[in-house]
């Protein structure tokens, strides 16, 4: 009885977002809403679902006029269309960090090695000093006789002090007799007075000189020694991120424009952001990392596919891949393997960045598609430290590349990560989240980007075959209880190909072609026949026309509730 009531607690297909807000170019501050499908009630889960329930209907409440139009939006890469302290705070930044590169800055900072580095450094061990067999008197005023002689030759007051080291060393190894004391005296003695005579002589031999002639002797001597070498400027160094060169032209612009807005336009932070990207992408080797192969292992975990409607390029990361205990197994089960993933995933996006132009105005962020379904729990250790590594990585060396974070078919659970997550996050990224539940998903998809660029298994028709992504979809909403036809006029023998969808089906499809002549008859294509939810995502039919005429399609929604109808169709020549 206890599951039963809170199973009615959740909605079928309602949730919200816990404290996740979004802040409007108008300054409102609004709440995300978004909805997910309950999950199946365990006796250890009914605790948090009811808390995770009865947060969901109090944000419904408090924000049920709240709608799409809040969700984050891009500023400008265009300087002249920045706010005068945001292109104030610009000029002080290039300015910061034209000094910093005359100064080689970037060169010469020194930051501890990474992990990676340190793993191939190993500490050599110190070499204990050659043991020597102690020295005779004789023989150490032998070698004194000897060294002061060369100092004396050379005039270099550094083979004294050598000597004096190596009588202390001799101490130590002569018995400590009146005599051997008194030979070491005597020997230090002679040294003191060779070293303080070398010294002595040149004064005297200059004071015997006439001031005239001393004169002469200097004035000849400047004359012929060359002018002092004077050391070149050095040229201000030259320092690229993802492949722009910074402070050569306007491309360096709408990076610099990163780094400041991920510090709120705090000129040092966002100075040492940049100083600190670039010292780690030197450590961790990300010019030699892009071009190096590390499998395929992960192509169906992260992907490129398509754009949204706005130009951006959309990454999609499948977690439910890792429900393959084997693909689990060697991508987590140690740190030597976490880090490896890491790095893929850094090669992913640093190849990914490299596509972009970075022209202001133009595109320079992704569209992240995170999908949950069949996602490992929360108690994989592995899989939560990986991903912590990686947030935390990404949003110290990559700011600003993401639009807009999408999670879709999102289980009750995630809420409660989702919350362990979000202190490692600034609010300005946690801004651009949204959250869907798996009935919803679909829906949220399309919100945001097209048809035709969407694959099928999310809800799309981009698919490889005859249709792409360059031939738009048609999005039309299927009353509940009614019929819906789409005519395809003819006028000249071709041969007509579509598709067509009804996100969840449940409805009947039919399809005809009726020629414009009256003595003609009717053509049926397609019998109408009811289409299942479980069937085929996408009916693909084609007719090739011999006489004017119009194709129509039949949808017949029988249902209480409305369905989204997407199709497309083109035509070819017969003789092609």
Same mark, same amino acid.
């Given at each position: ?21 979004? +802040? ?28 995770? =329930?009865?947060?969901?209907?109090? +944000? ?336 110290? +060396? ?71 992504? +360059? ?88 249902? =209480? ?16």
């Amino acid at each position: 009885m206890a599951d039963e009531q809170v199973q009615k607690a959740v909605p079928e297909e309602e949730v919200v977002v816990v404290n996740v807000t979004t +802040n409007s170019n108008d300054g409102d501050e609004k709440v995300v809403n978004e909805k997910m499908a309950s999950p199946p009630t365990t006796p250890t889960s009914t605790t948090l679902q009811t808390e995770m =329930s009865k947060s969901i209907e109090d +944000n419904e409440k408090a924000n049920i006029n709240n709608n799409d139009s809040a969700s984050f939006k891009e500023e400008t890469t265009k300087v002249a269309d920045l706010p005068d302290p945001q292109r104030k705070a610009l000029e002080e930044f290039k300015q910061l960090l034209k000094e910093a590169l005359q100064s080689h800055q970037f060169s010469t900072a020194s930051s501890p090695p990474s992990p990676k580095q340190e793993a191939i450094i190993k500490p050599v061990p110190p070499q204990e000093p050659e043991k020597t067999e102690p020295e005779t008197t004789e023989e150490v005023e032998k070698e004194a006789a000897t060294t002061t002689t060369t100092t004396q030759e050379s005039s270099e007051p550094v083979l004294t002090e050598a000597v004096e080291e190596k009588v202390a060393t001799t101490v130590a190894a002569v018995a400590a007799d009146d005599d051997g004391a008194k030979t070491v005296e005597a020997i230090q003695e002679t040294i003191v007075a060779v070293a303080s005579s070398e010294h002595k002589e040149p004064e005297e031999s200059s004071k015997a000189e006439p001031e005239e002639s001393k004169d002469v002797k200097e004035e000849s001597l400047a004359a012929t020694q060359p002018p002092p070498a004077t050391t070149p400027a050095l040229a201000p160094e030259e320092v690229s991120i993802w492949g722009v060169p910074l402070l050569m032209d306007e491309r360096s612009d709408v990076i610099l424009l990163k780094f400041l807005r991920a510090r709120d336009f705090k000129v040092k932070d966002a100075f040492l952001m940049l100083k600190n990207t670039v010292e780690w992408r030197k450590q961790f080797g990300i010019e030699e990392l892009v071009d190096e192969d590390l499998g395929s292992d992960l192509d169906k975990v992260v992907f490129m596919h398509g754009v949204d409607k706005e130009g951006h390029p959309v990454c999609y990361n499948v977690y439910g891949e890792f429900q393959s205990k084997e693909l689990y197994q060697n991508t987590f089960s140690d740190e030597e393997k976490r880090q490896m993933f890491l790095r893929k995933r850094i090669q992913f996006l640093e190849r990914s960045i490299r596509k972009f132009d970075f022209t202001p105005g133009g595109v320079s962020t992704f569209v992240q598609i995170n999908d949950l379904k069949n996602s490992p729990g929360p108690g994989k250790w592995e899989l939560r430290q990986a991903t912590k590594q990686a947030l935390q990585l990404l949003q110290d +060396n990559y700011p600003e590349f993401v639009a807009k974070q999408v999670f879709i078919n999102v289980p009750w659970w995630y809420l409660a990560v989702n919350r362990m997550i979000s202190p490692f996050l600034t609010q300005r990224t946690k801004s651009k989240f949204v959250f869907a539940g798996p009935s919803k998903s679909a829906d949220t998809l399309l919100r945001y980007i097209a048809p035709e660029q969407i694959p099928i298994k999310y809800g799309g028709l981009s698919k490889d075959g005859e249709f792409g992504t +360059n031939d738009a979809v048609t999005e039309v909403i299927v009353k509940p209880a009614a019929k819906h036809t789409v005519e395809f006029p003819v006028t000249e023998s071709c041969v007509l190909s579509w598709e067509v969808r009804v996100a969840g089906w449940d409805v009947k499809y039919g399809a005809e072609f009726v020629p414009s002549a009256e003595e003609s008859y009717t053509v049926i294509i397609q019998k109408s026949r009811k289409v299942g939810g479980n069937e085929e995502p996408v009916l693909c039919n084609s007719f090739k026309v011999g006489e004017a005429g119009k194709v129509v399609l039949t949808i017949d929604n029988s249902t =209480s509730k409305k369905k989204k109808l997407l199709y497309r169709l083109k035509t070819k020549s017969c003789s092609d």
